[in-house]
């Protein structure tokens, strides 16, 4: 790298830091202070109660503080990353950048202390001493053999989990590794001959889980700087490198290296050579750790062993080995059933679910976030990437379990599932809201036809649709391309094996297909020849046809063109069948809950009859969330109090509701303001019908619900369900061109839900 690069990499690295607000952390607020009322509760007198319960239980600081979600990142600086002994001070910004990584991918809060303090029993002495603040403590940058001390006393003394990441997240990262890597080579850990070169924390604790794990301890060898440990050895020797001692004499890496099965390294560059390779067994596993620059440069390494199992400690090579992988999730699960300690069930859970998971098919949200990476279990993919969100639902469940399965858990947790559902709605928006309308669908099996089964997500879609629901995908498209692309992405799903092809450029019911198009359209200028033309090339109006002529029960299709483009073929057919498009209905899931929005693409001016329609239509779907609609109808007017364009047409939808009895809550015309803040509508309308926020908006033009739509996704973080296609007895969905694959996977859902169901 050029030192122009370097310059601007270190100013990047500086400006990330400085700007806008120094630092990475602030502290925000989790209650209410805006009046005297929220001052006396949050302070005295009202928080002597809070206090006052924890004396007389000390259990329910957990209900009435912050600690049971809280961990203490604690360091001395005295082994920092590469930097080394850097002290206290200057290791402040990796201990923000550890906290947050907790926040991130665990919503664990954490707290980062810094200590000038280098005598380990002094240092394990303040530790302990924070027991009352944390839920738990994450050890981190302690040099060896200090390490071992403070986390021995810590652990002895305190009655919550004690941690020290650089040892124990390390060796659970490298146990998943080389899990899976010996499963590719045929290998099993009772048999394999363990190389090590590194006597730090990270390397011993790394020895530890592969004993843990089945290897022997007569197969290990572990070198440092002085050669072999073997017994008899006095120079550079610590308790923990002796438990490895060979009974063998002073010996070299190259001397014992041959016929290993895995070499471990954890010390320096250019320890490892090309000749040494040479000399391992068959298929050999290199996991060559040390940063930033590796024992062994991977590719010398696999020139040398074409079939090597190669793992680094680089993000820029295959198989990082990534502590982040690990300690989000296993204090996730602890403090979850309040474990007071993190022991060897706990580690070897979270190794067996690490590991799991990357012999999964890649959730869609890692291969968006990794672009361009095969990312199929393998030789180059023996652990999954850091940002699969599945890691927390599979980590910290199964460390939970492990935890109440080895009796450490004080509040064990009854029903782990509902416990699963719930760590995985943390991470997937859509899921806690989703779930009714998913065991709906449920209650039958019905083919689902995607018209663009070319694209990328929808192959993810129509994966995760036959592992996770009872429905069918069909998808249109060329046979070929389907297949290379589902193999690109890793997936195993194929055409005509796992799912049914369509394809437009030959398919035996072209015949029949053109003909019923053009049955229903030669009375609007479509002739034979337009009818053929438009099924070779339009899987928009093919999928219509495939619903009309009930070889599917519902068509998802928008992933590329306009909305009403797709629209226009989609009632073209399925009007004869007696649907009718009513309104575009998106649910928007939110911090504070779902907000529903109407119309956001059909009607650009709807008539009062359709704003009547659209409420009516939006009832029904809202209820299929297990949510009770109550409905704003959104206008420039407030009550009466504005004779303009859209005031008129509410006010007048108003009175069409209003005419019959009506099964939900609705209330118009008003303000967006006064629709989502009861005490605002209060004060200018104290006899509303509507109690409470509405939770969904109805607008009086496509404009206006469309644009509130994308400022919510752009500039609220709402994430999009939908959209919802009203009025089309869930045979058709039209979704946008920013769809992700899981909200083709929820659509799926909408649309496999029974007509019966459906309502």
Not at 443 to 453: H, K, L, N, P, S
Not at 523 to 551: F, L, S, Y
Not at 609 to 634: D, M, N, S, W, Y
Not at 688 to 710: E, K
Request: overall charge negative; glycine content about 8%.
């Amino acid at each position: 790298m050029s030192d122009d690069k370097k310059s601007q990499l270190r100013e990047a690295a500086l400006d990330y830091h400085r700007h806008p607000k120094p630092g990475k952390l602030e502290i925000r607020a989790t209650k209410p202070l805006a009046n005297a009322r929220d001052l006396a509760r949050a302070y005295s007198p009202g928080v002597a109660e809070a206090c006052l319960e924890i004396k007389a239980d000390p259990v329910t600081a957990r209900d009435y503080t912050a600690r049971g979600n809280l961990v203490a990142v604690v360091t001395n600086g005295t082994a920092v990353l590469g930097l080394g002994n850097i002290g206290a001070l200057a290791s402040k910004p990796v201990m923000e950048g550890k906290a947050v990584l907790f926040k991130k991918f665990a919503d664990i809060d954490c707290f980062d202390i810094e200590l000038n303090e280098a005598d380990p029993e002094k240092l394990a002495e303040i530790v302990c001493a924070l027991e009352p603040t944390f839920g738990a403590i994450n050890l981190e940058d302690i040099k060896a053999p200090d390490c071992f001390v403070v986390e021995r006393i810590c652990r002895e003394r305190m009655n919550i989990p004690v941690f020290h990441d650089d040892q124990h997240g390390t060796a659970i990262v490298v146990g998943a590794a080389a899990t899976n890597a010996l499963r590719v080579a045929g290998k099993a850990f009772a048999d394999i001959k363990v190389v090590s070169t590194g006597g730090g924390a990270a390397g011993i604790a790394c020895l530890d889980m592969l004993l843990k794990l089945g290897v022997k301890r007569e197969n290990v060898f572990l070198c440092d700087l002085e050669g072999l440990v073997h017994e008899g050895r006095e120079k550079d020797m610590t308790e923990q490198k002796a438990a490895y001692a060979q009974p063998c004499g002073a010996r070299k890496l190259s001397d014992v290296i041959e016929g290993a099965d895995l070499f471990l390294g954890l010390s320096g560059p250019g320890v490892l050579t090309t000749d040494m390779v040479a000399r391992m067994a068959a298929d050999p596993i290199i996991f060559a750790l040390a940063n930033p620059n590796p024992e062994i440069d991977p590719e010398e390494a696999r020139a040398t062993a074409p079939t090597a199992l190669i793992a680094t400690g680089r993000s820029d090579f295959p198989n990082q080995v990534n502590n982040v992988l690990c300690f989000p999730f296993i204090f996730r699960g602890a403090l979850d059933v309040g474990a007071t300690t993190i022991n060897d069930a706990m580690k070897i859970a979270c190794v067996e679910g690490i590991a799991e998971l990357a012999r999964k098919t890649t959730s869609a949200e890692a291969a968006a976030a990794y672009q361009g990476e095969q990312m199929t279990f393998g030789p180059d993919y023996l652990i999954p990437k850091p940002f699969d969100p599945r890691l927390m639902g599979v980590v910290a469940s199964a460390v939970a379990q492990a935890a109440m399965e080895s009796g450490v858990a004080e509040r064990p947790i009854a029903d782990m599932a509902a416990y699963k559902r719930k760590l995985d709605a943390s991470v997937f928006k859509s899921s806690f809201i989703m779930r009714p309308v998913f065991e709906a669908a449920a209650t039958a099996q019905r083919r689902i036809v995607f018209t663009e089964g070319e694209d990328e997500r929808v192959l993810r879609a129509a994966n995760a649709m036959l592992e996770e629901t009872t429905d069918t995908p069909i998808l249109i498209g060329r046979p070929e391309v389907i297949a290379l692309r589902a193999e690109r992405a890793g997936l195993a799903i194929r055409p005509d094996r796992d799912f049914e092809i369509v394809s437009p450029d030959n398919d035996p019911r072209y015949r029949d297909y053109w003909q019923t198009y053009h049955s229903i359209m030669e009375r609007r200028g479509v002739t034979p020849d337009i009818a053929k033309a438009i099924m070779r090339t339009n899987t928009t109006a093919i999928g219509a046809v495939m619903v009309h002529r009930d070889e599917a029960d519902s068509m998802i299709c928008g992933t590329f063109g306009q909305y009403l483009w797709h629209l226009d073929y989609i009632t073209q057919v399925l009007a004869t069948d007696g649907c009718h498009a009513v309104g575009a209905l998106s649910l928007m899931i939110l911090e504070d809950g779902p907000l529903f929005v109407a119309d956001t693409h059909v009607n650009p001016q709807p008539t009062p009859e359709q704003i009547a329609a659209t409420c009516i239509g939006a009832a029904r779907h809202v209820k299929r969330f297990g949510v009770e609609p109550k409905i704003a109808l959104c206008s420039h007017s407030q009550l009466g109090n504005f004779d303009c364009d859209t005031g008129v047409r509410m006010r007048a939808a108003l009175e069409i509701l209003d005419s019959q009895p009506r099964d939900f809550c609705y209330e118009g015309e008003m303000h967006a303001d006064a629709a989502l803040d009861e005490d605002v509508r209060h004060r200018i309308f104290p006899n509303s019908r509507m109690s409470g926020a509405a939770n969904v908006l109805v607008f009086a033009n496509t404009d206006a619900a469309s644009g509130v739509r994308n400022i919510l996704k752009m500039k609220a973080g709402g994430l999009e369900v939908g959209p919802i296609l009203m009025g089309m007895g869930n045979k058709a969905h039209i979704v946008t061109s920013s769809i992700t694959a899981r909200g083709l996977l929820n659509m799926s859902a909408i649309a496999g839900t029974p007509v019966a169901v459906y309502g």
